[in-house]
């Protein structure tokens, strides 16, 4: 169904409020966060370049100020804005692996003895 009326600009509230409960990543995860938190700690890393063509940028920054008030566990991961970048921007692959062998070293359990 549709979420809003092309012709008239009638937004449909039962849509929105379906689409938030299953789709709205940010209220997932704040509505969730004592389950999904502990599941997710040092795995949600999100890059985004800061002039988005669907201006998902804003939903980025939205996401990350609640991030950083997640405890218990804090989230721990990594939010970077790519300056003046459109849509699909990331980091480069070397900087993807340097990031993964980073995360590997911090979070690898100790070797057997």
């Not at 169904?1 to 938030?20: F, N, P, Q, V």
């Not at 989230?75 to 990331?90: A, D, L, M, S």
């Not at 480069?92 to 979070?107: A, C, N, P, W, Y």
């Amino acid at each position: 169904m549709r979420l809003w009326d092309k012709r008239t600009g009638e937004i449909d509230h039962a849509i929105a409020a379906y689409w938030k409960e299953h789709y709205d990543l940010r209220h997932i995860l704040e509505t969730n966060w004592k389950t999904l938190g502990p599941k997710l700690a040092s795995k949600l890393n999100i890059y985004v370049g800061d002039a988005d063509t669907y201006y998902l940028n804003n939903a980025v920054k939205l996401m990350e100020d609640f991030l950083k008030t997640t405890k218990d566990p804090a989230y721990g991961g990594r939010v970077e804005y790519g300056p003046c970048k459109p849509h699909c921007w990331g980091p480069s692959f070397s900087d993807l692996i340097r990031f993964m062998g980073e995360h590997v070293t911090k979070t690898a359990p100790p070797a057997p003895t």
